[in-house]
């Protein structure tokens, strides 16, 4: 399998100071640096991402050089966009940095005006496309002047920026899941077929008595008029027909008491299984996705995912908890970078994987990016679109237990559909 070129624009060891005393902190209008400061940070064509600042009060003190607060995954279109002009831009784009005093919101109903501080700014350049890891930039720049006495520094903003080539695998699936459709590899106009997905499902359930079943209602009708769904099977097959990955449902999706949808109380829930080596024919649970629908304005589809280990006790670790346009659909993610661990502070460590099938992300010196899977709403036809880093694939079958799992999520889009009470019988003869 041959990966596609990614890399990684980090952004971390965040820290802002104010040389001299507090009286000339005061002096210069910050006064607002004893409140929280945070930064909007910017790149073009990508979502505004936002970060807290710590303050840092001693003039020898420098933030951890290893934190990470913000990363963007660049591919090579995203990289030619970039370092093109716009038709509004004299230049190439800039990585910019706005820092703030203060924070958005409102207190006591009355709107607080966030104060800005100063900006950073570095050009996009060619280096950003030779694939090699390069810093742009580490340590402290000014990036303001005080108001009330011109010309003395102003606020400095500590922080490293940093390039890493994140090579990615890319894989899709040809048609809807349930429609058992064959895995492919995505290399740019070419796709390389890797695995089979073979789904079924549990003909047998049960049926509220109060619906009122004709024969013109479609089976699509007939899924949402159960008032449970499980027995849901999918199944990885690699090239020479051997199952390599799975995921079935172990939690039934089932409405929560007093309405017709599954709720956060009660959700449904998926084990993802690989074969177990020790023990042909028998399969080892990797993970566990548990589904529900957030009810609002726009109804939501939360997935959250455990990796389950031999060394962790209870429900495993939480490595995702991502909600879904129900409608829309969205992308359900694996990273360490955008993702706070929950249990971090409890969880007893990880040992050092001997695959990615153990993830690698797990390790406390390994981090960020680890898989993605982008899926449609309800109702529209999802042929999930999947990446994986390079780093945390050695061989096909790695591959094969994030085919499970992005099956899975794509399948609970459709688990977590509404209900019905009661099914309206069609009378044949009315037009």
Request: hydrophobic share 40%; charged share 20%; proline share 6%.
């Amino acid at each position: 399998m041959d990966p596609q070129a990614f890399i990684r624009l980090s952004i971390g060891s965040l820290g802002l100071r104010v040389p001299g005393t507090a009286l000339a902190a005061a002096k210069s209008g910050l006064h607002a640096l004893t409140s929280p400061c945070s930064c909007e940070i910017r790149l073009r064509g990508f979502p505004v991402q936002t970060s807290s600042v710590p303050v840092v009060s001693s003039p020898e003190s420098v933030p951890d050089h290893q934190s990470i607060v913000s990363s963007f995954y660049l591919e090579e279109s995203d990289l030619k966009a970039l370092l093109a002009p716009g038709c509004f831009y004299a230049s190439h784009a800039c990585l910019e940095i706005v820092v703030f005093a203060g924070r958005k919101g409102s207190h006591c109903g009355v709107g607080v005006k966030r104060q800005q501080i100063g900006t950073f700014k570095l050009e996009v350049g060619p280096e950003w496309g030779e694939g090699k890891p390069v810093i742009l930039f580490n340590g402290w720049i000014g990036i303001g002047k005080s108001k009330q006495e011109s010309g003395k520094p102003g606020a400095e903003l500590h922080l490293r920026v940093k390039l890493d080539p994140d090579p990615r695998y890319v894989f899709q699936f040809e048609d809807e899941t349930k429609l058992s459709p064959q895995i492919v590899q995505l290399q740019g106009t070419i796709k390389q077929p890797i695995f089979s997905c073979k789904f079924s499902r549990d003909r047998v359930s049960q049926v509220d008595p109060l619906n009122t079943w004709s024969s013109s209602v479609d089976s699509s009708d007939q899924e949402t008029g159960r008032r449970e769904r499980k027995g849901w099977k999918v199944k990885i097959h690699d090239l020479s027909g051997s199952a390599v990955a799975a995921a079935f449902i172990t939690t039934p999706f089932v409405p929560s008491t007093g309405c017709d949808w599954v709720a956060r109380s009660n959700p449904g829930a998926w084990l993802i299984v690989r074969p177990d080596v020790c023990r042909p024919e028998s399969w080892q649970p990797w993970g566990k996705l548990e589904a529900w629908r957030e009810r609002g304005i726009r109804d939501s589809i939360c997935c959250r995912f455990h990796l389950l280990s031999e060394v962790q006790e209870g429900g495993g670790l939480l490595m995702s908890e991502i909600l879904l346009n129900a409608e829309k659909g969205g992308e359900f993610f694996i990273d360490t970078d955008r993702q706070v661990r929950a249990v971090a502070a409890t969880a007893t460590p990880v040992p050092s994987p001997q695959s990615s099938g153990d993830f690698a992300a797990l390790s406390p010196v390994v981090g960020g990016f680890v898989m993605s899977c982008r899926v449609q709403g309800e109702g529209k036809s999802s042929k999930p679109l999947v990446q994986l880093a390079m780093r945390h694939v050695t061989c096909v079958e790695d591959a094969a237990i994030f085919m499970a799992l992005a099956a899975a999520v794509n399948l609970s889009i459709e688990a977590c559909r509404p209900f019905r009470r009661k099914i309206r019988r069609v009378n044949r003869h009315s037009w």
